[in-house]
């Protein structure tokens, strides 16, 4: 097999950002629902800019991510956190889920357009770490003018789409905070059904009692 084949294929964005002009474009309309997980008690309007989140820009802009779908934005939350197939119940009750709307319209450069290929971008976008080229990419595109990337979400493989907002970094207090939505038995449901993930506590290594295989004599 080629080597050529093992590298990555995202190549870094253009230097100047006249040149990402034509880069396709979508519409998020203040109708469009969105989905994002936080903390109890916190606006659910963060815009990071630490650098920890894939198209975080750097100060004093930030980026805060969402979802297309319940399922999505949960899976993404989860992602790092589940223990085999398992989710602890715990984890999910320090958080609430919210149902939002964009106060105004927003142009999003589309990275899922089959037509950003031309402009260098792959499917890596959404799944390469370290951040680097993501983030090069989601600071050249704000300076061509976009509020904000539409993309594929890394820890769902049904390719649920995200979105990554751009902003003043910190929490934004003008913006509507929505909808909390439950995270009711049903959603938990089709997490297990649609995802296989179980919402279990896990046991912590000290809680286990190791059993002797008596197969050995």
């Known amino acids: 097999m080629s080597r050529r084949r093992e590298r ?3 190549r870094p964005p253009p230097a100047n950002a006249a040149a990402l002009r034509d880069f396709p474009r979508k519409r998020l309309a203040t109708t469009t629902d969105l989905f994002r997980v936080a903390r109890r008690g916190r606006s659910p309007w963060w815009f990071g800019s630490s650098g920890a989140g894939r198209f975080d820009l750097p100060p004093p802009d930030g980026t805060c991510y969402l979802a297309a779908d319940e399922i999505g934005a949960l899976l993404e939350i989860v992602g790092a956190d589940r ?3 398992a989710v602890s119940p715990s984890f999910l009750a320090e958080r609430r889920l919210r149902r939002l ?14 037509r950003a290929s031309g402009f260098g ?5 959404g799944t390469l770490v370290p951040y680097d080229l993501p983030q090069a990419w989601a600071a050249r595109l704000h300076a061509a003018g976009c509020h904000g990337l539409a993309y594929w979400l890394r820890h769902d493989p049904a390719r649920t789409e995200g979105i990554a907002l751009f902003g003043p970094e910190g929490v934004d207090e003008g913006w509507p905070e929505g909808e909390e939505v439950e995270i009711l038995p049903q959603l938990l449901d089709r997490l297990r059904d649609e995802c296989g993930l179980e919402v279990v506590e896990v046991p912590r290594a000290a809680e286990l ?9």
């Not at 709307?101 to 089959?114: C, F, I, N, Y």
């Not at 009692?209 to 004599?217: A, F, H, L």
């Open 8 to 10: 990555v294929g995202l």
């Open 83 to 85: 223990t085999g197939g």
């Open 101 to 114: 709307r964009v106060p105004a319209e927003r142009q999003l450069g589309d990275l899922t357009s089959r």
């Open 121 to 125: 971008i792959t499917a890596e976008i």
């Open 209 to 217: 009692r190791m059993v002797r295989d008596g197969s050995d004599g």
